[in-house]
């Protein structure tokens, strides 16, 4: 008996974060959805890598590290920092000629088109990036109060930042796969930012908006992973029967 399809979906952290912020997921969504989150360099199993702050050089290192074995169908999920790297390693795939994601999810960030980064570009200070961390409303007080805990975290959040900093948009061709947007309702984050994802859809396009701040996706993880089955449960059903009728062709 064949085993079921199974559809892949890469994960990408977001600032300051690693692989693990991806960990419930496994257990949380179905064995049809198979969870990979990528750990970045610098952190988590990758520790002893140097930190990247340049995001084009490490969406070609992860798109070099998983076309190793990207057979069957495969899709791409990035919050926040993460999102925009998983746009640009949409694009590092293409520039590879390997076959493209099922879909590309965007979570809690503006469109690349038009987005400014300029604020990402200069180091931050500690106390700046303590300040935004509190802004964001992801971390707790106590772990902020934390000099040994802030020690390790902060060196990844300033290369994080830097990291986002480096992005230039430049010439594009919309990516040919459906671009699936989330977004806070009281995330910073406007509306119309994540509209601009459509400006890079050329196979279709959707907004969610949950309740929540930036860190949404923590908050009400149950309505997110709902709404990532629910497309990722029809875009793998378009798959196989393309590739039924591509057997039967055959």
């Known amino acids: 008996m064949t085993a079921p399809t199974r559809l892949r979906l890469f994960c990408l952290p977001y600032s300051g974060a690693s692989a693990m912020v991806y960990a419930r997921w496994r257990r949380a969504l179905p064995e049809w959805l198979h969870v990979c989150p990528l750990e970045l360099p610098g952190r988590g199993m990758r520790m002893d890598e140097p930190l990247q702050r340049d995001i084009k050089a490490l969406a070609a290192q992860l798109a070099e590290e998983i076309s190793r074995d990207l057979s069957g169908p495969y899709a791409l999920f990035g919050h926040s920092l993460g999102g925009l790297l998983a746009f640009e390693l949409a694009h590092a795939l293409k520039a590879r000629g390997v076959p493209a994601p099922l879909a590309l999810f965007a ?77 806070g309702k009281q995330d910073s984050v406007r509306a119309d930012q994540l509209l601009d994802w459509q400006l890079d859809a050329a196979s279709g396009f959707s907004l969610d908006m949950f309740d929540g701040h930036h860190f949404f996706l923590v908050q009400h993880e149950s309505a997110v992973l709902r709404c990532v089955r629910r497309y990722a449960d029809e875009h793998l059903a378009r798959w196989r029967n393309g590739a039924a009728r591509q057997l039967a062709a055959g």
Request: negative net charge; proline residues 6%; glycine residues 8%.
């Open 107 to 183: 979570s809690g960030t503006a469109g690349p088109a038009r987005r400014d980064v300029s604020e990402y570009a200069i180091e931050k200070t500690d106390e700046q990036l303590i300040a935004r961390l509190r802004e964001l409303q992801g971390t707790a007080e106590e772990a902020l109060a934390n000099p040994e805990l802030m020690q390790l975290m902060l060196p990844i959040l300033r290369a994080d930042f830097l990291l986002c900093g480096s992005f230039i948009y430049g010439q594009r061709t919309p990516l040919d796969m459906p671009i699936h947007v989330f977004g």
